[in-house]
């Protein structure tokens, strides 16, 4: 069966040069998780690897990590936005994960200062569950105009994003997509990267060379 993002290939040629699509997953790495949301999240990394494109986390545990473990069931690539320096720091100080990423990149900048990294290294934000460094990841993505997805029904804070959305009460250009199935909602969130944020991006390289230009 092809795999689905080659409808993007075929609404907009062969794009062998440009990056797949990136879903970063943000949530909750601890508390108290329900076994229905750690079920939920595997299977949107899982539809992420499905459809062949790249899934970004912070190296969590959790529900970032459930996800993670979706996605290499169905041979996705992965990669982890490290709030440490170096890989002992990695396990000594912040006991993260390593089981799933393909390539696991060192910021050392701390919990709170990899989550820009995190963000901005993806196409596609999805909020699972999630308690005060959620907030703050949802508050970076919202304020940059960000493409994000709410997996609802994981609790925390992707139960109250609506709520949140009414508060701050503020027009940044985010596109805020939500459902409780999370192979639909990795679905709607293709289709509106497809339709609204790729085109932006084929009309930026239309006279770019693929190579860069040398210095």
């Known amino acids: 069966m092809a795999k689905p993002n080659n409808h993007i290939r075929a609404s907009y040629g062969n794009l062998s040069e440009f990056p797949k699509m990136v879903f970063g997953v943000m949530g909750s790495a601890g508390g108290e998780l329900a076994e229905d949301s750690r079920d939920k999240i595997f299977h949107l990394g899982a539809e992420v690897g499905r459809r062949g494109y790249t899934l970004v986390t912070g190296v969590a545990p959790g529900l970032p990590h459930d996800s993670v473990l979706g996605a290499k069931s169905e041979d996705g690539l992965v990669i982890g936005i ?4 170096s890989f002992t720091e990695h396990i000594d100080r912040y006991s993260s994960p390593i089981r799933g990423y393909d390539m696991i990149v060192y910021t050392g900048s701390g919990l709170m200062g990899r989550e820009i990294e995190n963000i901005r290294s993806c196409d ?21 105009a960000k493409l994000i997805g709410v997996l609802e029904g994981t609790g925390g804070i992707a139960d109250h994003i609506d709520e949140l959305v009414q508060v701050i009460n ?8 939500s459902s409780s199935d999370p192979v639909e909602l990795v679905r709607m969130l293709e289709n509106e990267y497809v339709e609204n944020v790729l085109p932006s991006y084929l009309e930026l390289i239309e006279d770019h060379n693929p190579d860069g230009d040398l210095e």
Do not use: H
């Open 124 to 144: 596609a934000v999805v909020i699972v569950g999630g308690r005060s460094g959620t907030l703050g990841e949802f508050a970076i993505a919202y304020d940059e």
């Open 82 to 85: 490290s709030p440490a320096q």
């Open 170 to 177: 503020k027009d940044t250009g985010a596109k805020v997509i």
